[in-house]
């Protein structure tokens, strides 16, 4: 089967595009483990395949599957973690690029930028990115070269208006970078709003069973900056894994059942939690009143997503204490698997985070949202004792 377009996005990955093994005709294609192949008596690699560092055909089968998720033109490139993707953009600029990035973002990233990525002397300013007049006030033309946006972004489920911000990164030059991670394709389709690549931490509800770490990046032009792109996975030695990338493609299998009960109980925990009288406040982009609810609803699509945050009465001690006392939410870091996680952010982000100390991050799985409300209600009653 080829990849038939007037199929839908779900179809398709249904059936990860359909590939089969052409020799033994299984419907699940094998995972190549080679990291070297035969040379052609002429000298010549007909096969396509030279070394398992720049290449790999499970790697090559998933990629197809998440660029016809992204309609990513250029393709997509799978890296070992979502780190591993996102660096590789900043590590394919030059030595004194001016780079803007949200600074509402995932920690591990904007830590990494504020400490890694200056050595080699790439200039890195923050800024509040929601608000598309500090973005623009803050573009160099000529000298920014990359926009870095997260939307929504962690902890607090920011939203950036993809458009807006890709039509001020092209007037000043600069390409638009988008950490979907959280919105996911099932939400949101970056590349079609404008942005030039799109990333995402594959580790999160893209596989969804908290069982492979991985990262991509999805682009629409195959220009010189996503050729350095790929240059440097293959230099660097970035690329994943196959038995990573076919779990993840087995992942991607499900992702649109996954996501859309995912979505849904994300939306009733956020609306049942909004009148709980142990909560000061939920952030979640489908309420209403969400700072970037309006801009969420025309640059998401199928609901807004899996994540949420409360912030809860009492402070960090009651938080801590409502996160110690659940059962069925499981306490640990990540998002997006089918378990659902709870999290005391500012304890892993440390003191520079602009997350608030009595905040708890939510990620919604796929069990019935009722239980999940009956547990972290009854979290949230025995912490206020
Ligand atoms: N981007 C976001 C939004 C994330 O939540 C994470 C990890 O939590 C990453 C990037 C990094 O991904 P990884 O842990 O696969 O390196």
């Not at 945050?309 to 997006?336: D, H, N, P, Y």
Request: glycine share 8%; net charge negative.
């Amino acid at each position: 089967m080829a990849e038939k377009l007037t199929w839908s996005k779900s179809s398709l990955a249904a059936q990860a595009l359909g590939r089969t093994d052409p020799i033994t005709r299984a419907v699940v294609p094998p995972i190549h483990v080679a990291t070297t192949y035969l040379r052609d008596p002429d000298n010549g690699y007909s096969s396509g395949f030279i070394y398992g560092r720049p290449d790999n055909a499970t790697v090559r089968d998933t990629e197809a599957v998440l660029a016809m998720l992204e309609e990513a033109e250029a393709g997509a490139l799978l890296f070992s973690s979502g780190m591993a993707a996102a660096t590789a953009c900043f590590m394919s600029l030059d030595p004194g690029d001016h780079v803007i990035a949200s600074s509402v973002m995932y920690w591990g990233l904007r830590n990494w930028l504020l400490t890694e990525s200056v050595r080699w002397g790439l200039e890195v300013e923050l800024v509040e990115t929601d608000d598309l007049g500090k973005l623009a006030a803050a573009l160099r033309p000529g000298r920014t070269r990359l926009v870095w946006i997260e939307t929504p972004s962690n902890p607090l489920w920011t939203i950036t208006d993809i458009a807006g911000a890709a039509e001020l990164a092209h007037r000043a030059g600069a390409r638009l970078a988008v950490d979907s991670t959280c919105a996911s394709p099932y939400h949101t389709r970056p590349l079609a709003l404008g942005a030039d690549i799109v990333m995402h931490a594959a580790t999160k509800v893209l596989n969804g069973h908290s069982d492979v770490v991985a990262g991509v990046l999805a682009a629409t032009t195959d220009d010189a900056f996503w050729q350095r792109i790929l240059k440097h996975r293959s230099g660097s030695g970035a690329i994943l894994g196959p038995f990573e990338a076919y779990l993840l493609q087995r992942g991607l299998k499900t992702f649109f059942v996954r996501s859309a009960a995912q979505a849904s109980g994300a939306a009733r925990l956020a609306d049942a939690l909004s009148s709980h009288p142990n909560v000061a406040r939920v952030l979640y982009p489908g309420l209403p009143q969400h700072p970037g609810h309006d801009v969420a609803a025309r640059q998401m699509e199928n609901g807004f997503g899996f994540m949420l945050s409360i912030q809860v009465r009492g402070g960090e001690a009651a938080a801590i204490a409502t996160a110690a006392k659940v059962e069925l939410w499981k306490r640990a870091t990540s998002l997006g698997g089918v378990e659902s996680l709870i999290e005391h952010r500012a304890s892993i982000e440390g003191p520079s985070t602009p997350c608030p100390p009595d905040l708890l991050r939510l990620s919604t799985g796929i069990e019935d949202p009722a239980d999940l409300f009956d547990d972290l209600d009854r979290a949230l009653r025995a912490a206020h004792g």
